[in-house]
């Protein structure tokens, strides 16, 4: 049974920090593609930022400079530092696992941590 299990939201001021993780179990860690996603009420899931098998990062354009993504491995945990929040970053926020890294269909979710901002 594959879990993932996010947990770190919470509700901060604009300009604050926060820290997501991301604890994986069930599954060979190192074999998956990794990211979080978010969606803002309203809107649609939008991703945020894949971390490949061999370690190379991408960023959503509206997170670059300011959001952070990492893995441990020896904890198959995954993170999301996300500094100097703006409003628009209020979401839910999951991590995903996938084994293709096309990132159609992912094969696994979490069930999300809230991201509330506020001005």
């Known amino acids: 049974q594959v879990q993932l299990v996010e947990s770190g939201g919470d509700s901060v001021q604009a300009g604050g920090s926060l820290t997501l993780s991301c604890a994986a179990s069930g599954y060979f860690y190192a074999s998956y593609f990794m990211a979080w996603f978010r969606q803002a009420p309203g809107k649609e899931r939008e991703g945020v930022a894949t971390?490949?098998?061999?370690?190379?990062?991408t960023y959503a354009d509206s997170v670059k400079g300011r959001f952070t993504i990492s893995r441990d491995s020896t904890k198959d945990t995954l993170y999301l530092q996300m500094n100097d929040l703006k409003p628009e970053d209020t979401a839910m926020y999951y991590c995903?696992?996938?084994?293709?890294?096309?990132?159609?269909?992912?094969?696994?979710w979490g069930q999300g941590t809230q991201v509330t901002v506020s001005s």
């Open positions: 971390m490949h098998t061999d370690g190379t990062i």
């Open positions: 995903a696992a996938d084994y293709s890294g096309l990132w159609l269909n992912p094969d696994y």
